[in-house]
């Protein structure tokens, strides 16, 4: 049997079985259940916009350089992520690793910067407790900034994994979900960075 | 083992990674020109805030389709509509929820 033939019907590795096949579409799945999770704490910050009662307004505490640092930081891991795809499908496992470990980094850049973030604000008087408003803002960030915590230590036990077991139809499985995990979460922040932060500085 | 690893190289995905490079130039575009269109140009608030979702919208495409390969395999069109029925109920609870609530605020 000739190789090539096999290489054409089986596509990318993470696709070669129908176990890793079924495990990504179930993902998408859960990515959908994810964008109902966002939309029910979008609607209820949306809903509570104004109601800041004795706390600052958004608009007082909102800094355009920092909002587009975090955005940078995302954006560009989102793009590293896609890279560390791209080299898993060319079999290159170091150039996967690489990518993968500057993902990880500038997604602590970005947890770093947004717990920077919540510190001054609440430094400024708003803090969970403060109004209706900055509840539903802490929350709505929050529960994202505590997606990417997890995104990070997801994607570092892929990696021991990666360097212990190396390629094969489950560890690129594992990759390739955690990638769409990720980029996931970009989706999240470009609305966050939409309907939070520049809804807020413009209103 | 080792012939699964030659599969994985000989997949065609060789070469430039032409697909994440545009998905990402087009991300800090619609970036960069969301922040544009509230900061300098001086429109009303809601065409400011129609024009920025739908600049939202665009980004959340180039993630899905560019970087994600929403698309790929024999299940890519349920993963497709999958995602798009996540979002017209994403709208449907956001706008609903904004307009319920935003009825009898006189009276509060």
New interface residues.
Partial sequence: MSSETAESVQGPLEYSTEEERLKIFGFWIFLGAEVILFGTLFATYLVMYGRTGEGPDPGELFKLKDLLIETFLLLTSSFTGGLAVHEMRRGNLKGLLAWLAVTILLGLGFVGEEAKEFIEYMGDGASMGTSAYWSSFFTLVGTHGCHVSLGILWIAGIMIQLARRGLNAVTARKVFIASLYWHFLDVVWIFIFTLVYMTGMVM | ?A?????????G??GF?W??VI??IL??VL?LL??WV??SLELP?KV??GI??I??FL??SV??F???H?TE?K?GS??TW??I???I???I??V???WV?SFGMGYM
């Fill in positions: 083992m012939q699964q690893k030659n599969e994985t190289a000989a997949q995905h060789g990674p697909r994440q998905g990402f991300s800090i970036t969301a922040v509230v900061y608030a400011t805030l920025i979702i600049f939202a980004q959340a993630q899905l560019m970087f994600m929403v395999t299940d349920i993963q999958n995602m029925h996540a979002f109920a994403f709208i609870i956001i609903g929820s904004i609530m």
